[in-house]
């Protein structure tokens, strides 16, 4: 076993590790709990960013609901590395925050956004803070060493304030600011005669994919649509730059997020590179015979979960059996260069959906979307589309 594995495992373990995340939180949680110090959470607002608005508008109900004392810092955008493509994530961004507006029945308010208790106006003083403290994006709320992205991770700091005792009043506790939307299964629209196409933009690198598998398998399942997975090579094989603190934060959100859905995580061993390589090889083969699923969630469950080394061939070759595979289709599979253009064709298609990244979602007819958490509006799309 390399140097490189024996790192990646213990670094994600370490990381991602329950034991030290409760170890964290009593230590970074020491000062408030003797009086030093009060419950402090820091926003960091970036002034061009649509999530910070949607973010902002809400905060003066965190304030009344808990005993905290709120600091909120003005960032800069984003460098290249935290944000790659920016002129598509612009775009992107002003859609997706008109979406969860909607949806929470949330309209930002600047006037509320003045009133806020500003600690720091000057955005590269805040910028300073923010690396200090480990994140890079504005739109984001820490609390004793813990960082929560948006709208869409609230409802994770709502929980933890309540497990400190940090509520005001007495009695059950409220319902959270923005709960997470929820899967609804419609059973009505899932016996619709049309059979609509579900493209599933993947990576075998990415964590948030493997989050994503069962419930767009379940989704298309349940709703007659014909799942197409759209491969890609990672941003990092791309060209494009992924820093160490956004690392970090996707693996420690990823946990988080994967405790929230029942799913295994932590176990990592970074595919990046041959493996990754040789595993498309095997997608693009496993998809022609119809096992293209079982094998994506074979291979993500074995290197985000178990801590395959999936640079190891025997270790490689049982991800695939256990898809359903036999050996000899995969050793053709990796004689055969067809997932390159595949996989070329899949970035070019996805990049003129107007999106850069994975997990992405594509119902036909429809807007595409990205995000694992954004799985509630393609089963909108695909409700819509059924009753066409």
């Not at 999530?51 to 955008?77: D, F, G, K, N, Q």
């Not at 859609?95 to 029945?105: G, I, V």
């Not at 998809?287 to 395959?308: M, P």
Request: hydrophobic share 40%.
């Amino acid at each position: 076993m390399s140097l490189r594995v024996l790192v990646s495992r213990a670094f994600s373990r370490t990381l991602t590790s329950p034991t030290r995340r409760d170890w964290m939180r009593g230590l970074k949680s020491l000062p408030r709990r003797i009086g030093v110090q009060p419950a402090r959470v820091d926003y960091f607002h970036d002034d061009a960013d649509p999530y910070s608005h949607l973010l902002a508008a809400v905060l003066p109900r965190l304030r009344s609901r808990y005993h905290i004392e709120l600091r909120c810092h003005r960032v800069s955008p984003p460098d290249a590395a935290a944000a790659p493509d920016a002129a598509r994530l612009r775009v992107w961004s002003v859609r997706d925050a008109q979406r969860l507006a909607a949806h929470h029945a949330l309209k930002p308010d600047p006037g509320a956004i003045a009133a806020l208790p500003w600690i720091t106006t000057d955005p590269r003083r805040g910028s300073e803070l923010r690396k200090r403290l480990g994140h890079y994006l504005g739109a984001t709320l820490h609390f004793e060493g813990e960082w929560y992205w948006g709208i869409d991770r609230l409802h994770h700091l709502e929980s933890r304030l309540r497990a400190a005792g940090l509520g005001v009043g007495v009695g059950e506790p409220e319902a959270h600011i923005a709960p997470p939307p929820r899967l609804r299964w419609d059973a009505q629209s899932s016996h619709a005669t049309s059979k609509p196409a579900l493209h599933f933009f993947c990576s075998l690198r990415s964590p948030y994919t493997w989050l994503a598998v069962e419930r767009a398998h379940r989704l298309a399942g349940h709703y007659g649509a014909d799942l197409k997975l759209r491969f890609v090579l990672p941003m990092v094989m791309r060209g494009l730059p992924v820093g160490f603190a956004k690392r970090k934060y996707i693996l420690l959100d990823a946990k988080r997020e994967a405790e929230s859905l029942g799913l295994p995580f932590g176990d990592v061993v970074d595919p990046v590179g041959a493996p990754v390589e040789r595993g498309l090889a095997v997608l693009h083969r496993a998809i022609e015979v119809g096992l293209g699923v079982q094998y994506l969630e074979s291979f993500l469950r074995g290197v985000f979960a178990e801590g395959v080394d999936a640079g190891e061939p025997q270790q490689f070759a049982r991800l695939g059996v256990r898809a359903g595979l036999g050996p000899e289709e995969i050793t053709a599979a990796l004689r055969d260069a067809a997932w390159r253009g595949e996989a070329e064709r899949n970035r070019e298609e996805m990049l003129a959906c107007g999106l850069w990244g994975v997990p992405s979602f594509r119902v036909d007819g429809c807007d595409a979307v990205w995000g694992q958490d954004r799985l509630w509006v393609i089963e909108q799309d695909l409700c819509r589309v059924a009753s066409r």
